[in-house]
């Protein structure tokens, strides 16, 4: 397969999802080229803005909080994964989160979560603590930070058993 055949399906990809130079190496293994290959190809999809890392940063921080619901360590741990340089992936998806509202998404989530388990417990004889200790669990293996969770989960039960006091 000639080069510029080459450019302009990897052209048509990048133009479909951002993409990081990792997704492009992956790409030309896929079509079997080899990765010593690959660095032309990169520079050239850089120069014409094709793929840009820190816009990969910002676009994947924003999605994977949004619609995946991940926390700031499972995004920040998946992006140096994909050989992302350390220091933008910390600085961009520190600002993704702040202005994202990472807060308040963690917020909505665990009190949806609280709710719902809280309603199952009536129906049935597990311990109400060790059910919302799971709940705090879920949260930080997707990547929350754990204290910020607690913090928040006790204090939407404190608002919940405000409201259940207050019928």
């Not at 397969?1 to 080459?6: A, E, P, S, V, Y």
């Not at 660095?39 to 909080?65: C, M």
């Not at 920040?76 to 910390?90: A, F, G, I």
């Not at 993704?96 to 998404?105: H, L, P, Q, S």
Request: proline residues 2%; charged residues 40%; hydrophobic residues 35%.
């Amino acid at each position: 397969m000639d080069k510029d055949k080459i450019y302009k399906q990897l052209c048509s990809y990048c133009n479909r999802a951002e993409r990081c130079p990792m997704d492009v190496i992956q790409w030309l293994r896929k079509k079997e080229i080899e990765g010593s290959d690959a660095t032309p190809f990169i520079e050239k999809l850089q120069e014409e803005g094709l793929i840009d890392e820190n816009r990969f940063i910002r676009a994947f921080a924003s999605d994977k909080l949004r619609f995946s619901h991940w926390g700031y360590y499972k995004i920040r741990m998946e992006l140096l994964m994909r050989n992302l340089p350390e220091h933008r992936v910390e600085q961009i998806t520190q600002q993704v989160m702040e202005d994202e509202g990472e807060e308040e998404i963690l917020r909505q989530l665990l009190e949806k979560k609280i709710r719902l388990r809280l309603q199952e417990l009536e129906k049935t004889e597990k311990d109400f603590e060790e059910e919302i200790w799971k709940v705090f669990d879920y949260f930080a293996n997707k990547g929350f930070r754990k204290r910020r969770v607690i913090e928040l989960g006790k204090s939407i039960l404190k608002e919940i058993e405000g409201e259940l006091r207050g019928k």
